[in-house]
């Protein structure tokens, strides 16, 4: 390895790492509330959420703050995702999991699942502003 | 003079058994912390699912309610409380802040990232129940 390549900055590392970190974060401080309220207390009629009527949930959905906030959940969240289950795919024995082509598959899946919740926060209910 | 001939370097092979994890509790609960992932994946896509379904108009609107989603986001659940109280427990290691030349406490950090996961909980709680009406 030349001198120049061993003192380069791993800016690759850098990001990933930054994105694990962060979508760490955020899915801890976020993600409990939305499977505690959404998947538990709405269904079984605890109390009235807004994503079981669909007046309600597109209200909420057409705000471009709610999908500002649902894209930087989902997207940070799957960039952390992927990384550890790269890593416990590693520890379960599978070491081609640290290679170029698993890590391609694996952060290139978060970077498809961010480009579906854009289309689908686009698409689904239009952007309003009131 | 000797000649000692070099063998080739030799590849390290990885000799772990495919159960270690299960050896030690903590090696099991490292493994646990790590799986989190996946439950937690699966239930943002069920999110993103009914967020798409919305497109389906007032008359075709459907949330998830089966019996098997609440029982899979009670399992879902557990798992994301574990990752939280594991990741957020770490700021107090990682995080290193002075205020006037003074270290804050590590138990001081921790405590203020778990007010703000309360907090954070709390306002998304409110906002999906406030805006049901």
Known sequence: MSEAARKRPALDHLFFWFMFSQGGVISAIFLPVHVLVQGILGPLKIVTVAD??????????????????ILVLVSFSFFHFAHRIR???????????KGLPAQVAFYGGAVVVTLATIWILLASVPVRIW | MTTEV????????WRMPAVWWARQRHYFLYMLREFTAVPMALWLLWLLVEIQRASNGPTH?????????????VIVLGFALYHSYTFLKLAGVIIRLKIFDRPIPSGAIVLAVFGTWAVASAVVGFVLIWFSR
């Open chain 2, 6 to 13: 070099q063998a080739a370097p030799r590849e390290y092979g």
């Open chain 2, 61 to 73: 609107y459907s949330p998830h309610g089966s019996p098997w989603f609440v029982a899979f986001s």
């Open chain 1, 52 to 69: 079981r009527h669909y007046d309600t949930w597109v209200l909420l959905l057409g705000n471009p703050l709610v999908k500002i906030y």
């Open chain 1, 87 to 97: 890593y416990f795919v590693v520890d379960l024995g599978l070491h081609a999991a």
